[in-house]
């Protein structure tokens, strides 16, 4: 079993940062993913990071979101840069122990309870 806990939502101005931090314990993954859902909508992909496979991200990232991880604390990290209204989601870390670059819900394993993260204009 592998247990997450997310940190770091908020609320932030359009154009401001935020870093989203998520810690896992339990057994090692190979991949730890963020995914977001805003009101009304399917849960998204946002970045991951593979010990196998590297970091890889959605294209509506467009280099202002990074992802991180601190393998000593078994911790990944998503700096969040240029935010606007539409990034406004609850934000969850997941967790797998396969590799490969997946980007889709059902490829996770375990999932964190979700940090709220609300862009004002």
């Known amino acids: 079993q592998v247990q997450l806990v997310e940190s770091g939502g908020g609320l932030v101005q359009a154009g401001g940062s935020l870093r989203l931090s998520c810690t896992a314990s339990?057994?090692?993954?190979?991949?730890m993913a963020w995914f977001r859902q805003a009101p009304g909508k399917e849960r998204e992909f946002v970045a991951a990071?593979?010990?196998?496979?590297?970091?890889f991200y959605a294209a509506f990232v467009q280099g202002r979101f990074t992802i991180s991880r601190d393998a000593a604390k078994n911790t990944v990290y998503l700096e969040s840069n240029s935010l606007n209204p539409g990034d406004t989601a609850v934000y969850y870390c997941?967790?797998?122990?396969?590799?490969?670059?997946?980007?889709?819900?059902?490829?996770?394993?375990?999932w964190g309870q979700g940090t709220q993260v609300t862009v004002s204009s």
């Open positions: 990071d593979s010990r196998s496979s590297g970091t």
């Open positions: 997941a967790a797998r122990y396969s590799s490969g670059r997946s980007r889709i819900v059902s490829g996770y394993d375990y």
């Open positions: 339990g057994r090692t993954v190979t991949t």
